[in-house]
């Protein structure tokens, strides 16, 4: 089985390599294994960039970029990512 140090490393290699033109920021959030202790649930908080149509005006008044958090799903026996779904805060 591996372990939780393992499993955040592989969740973040899979994320980084999807969401490499798009994500800025990203941070472990939490992680979490299964009652079962058959997967590790690893939740990454990331940034949006803002939107190439957004004026700089619009930007300093939104503040902050919009954070996003997408859970992955990750098979604790292999390390192989099952699923990337998105987090509701």
Do not use: C, H
Not at 29 to 43: K, M, N
Not at 52 to 78: I, N
């Amino acid at each position: 089985m591996i372990d939780v140090r393992y499993a955040t490393e592989r969740a973040v290699e899979y994320f980084e390599q999807l969401f490499k033109n798009g994500a800025q920021n990203v941070r472990l959030e939490e992680v979490e294994i299964s009652d079962d202790e058959r997967y590790w649930y690893v939740t990454l908080g990331f940034d949006l960039p803002p939107l190439p149509s957004t004026s700089g005006l619009a930007q300093v008044l939104s503040g902050r970029p919009e954070r996003q958090y997408k859970t992955l799903k990750v098979d604790a026996a292999t390390g192989e990512v099952l699923s990337v779904k998105i987090r509701k805060v």
